[in-house]
Nanobody, 125 residues
Framework: QEQLVESGGGSVQAGGSLRLSCQYIRGVNYITWFRQIPGKDREGVASSYVCNLNAPHTPHYADSVKGRFTLSQEKDKKMVYLQMENTQPEDTAMYCC?????????????????WGQGIQGTGSS
């Protein structure tokens, strides 16, 4: 079964920076980063269109991370990066990237077909 692969997780002090990487597979249109804190629902935090970089596209961000997290990508390597700045303790979560085949952005888990195993990311105090 095809699967995405995350890397780059770790622990940083509050106010620090962390970059997560996602290696994705061909044939998908959107890559979304989700995070899950124990006892809470999974939250989509950032999503980017990866199919055709020649088409104008602005990544989508959840309000909780807007202004602090930034998506970038290297299409030739099929990589998407989540740059986390000014990390906070509430950013501590299991982060997972997922791929959507559909043609519109979505932060719903059920709209994503392929998933990575997840990686721990934290903005500890």
């Amino acid at each position: 079964q095809e699967q995405l692969v995350e890397s780059g997780g770790g622990s940083v002090q509050a106010g620090g920076s962390l970059r997560l990487s996602c290696q994705y597979i061909r044939g998908v249109n959107y890559i979304t980063w989700f995070r899950q804190i124990p006892g809470k629902d999974r939250e989509g935090v950032a999503s980017s269109y990866v199919c055709n970089l020649n088409a104008p596209h602005t990544p989508h961000y959840a309000d909780s991370v807007k202004g602090r997290f930034t998506l970038s990508q290297e299409k030739d390597k099929k990589m998407v990066y989540l740059q986390m700045e000014n990390t906070q303790p509430e950013d501590t979560a299991m982060y997972c990237c997922a791929a959507r085949v559909g043609l519109k952005h979505s932060f719903r888990s059920e709209d994503h077909r392929y998933w990575g195993q997840g990686i721990q990311g934290t903005g500890s105090s």
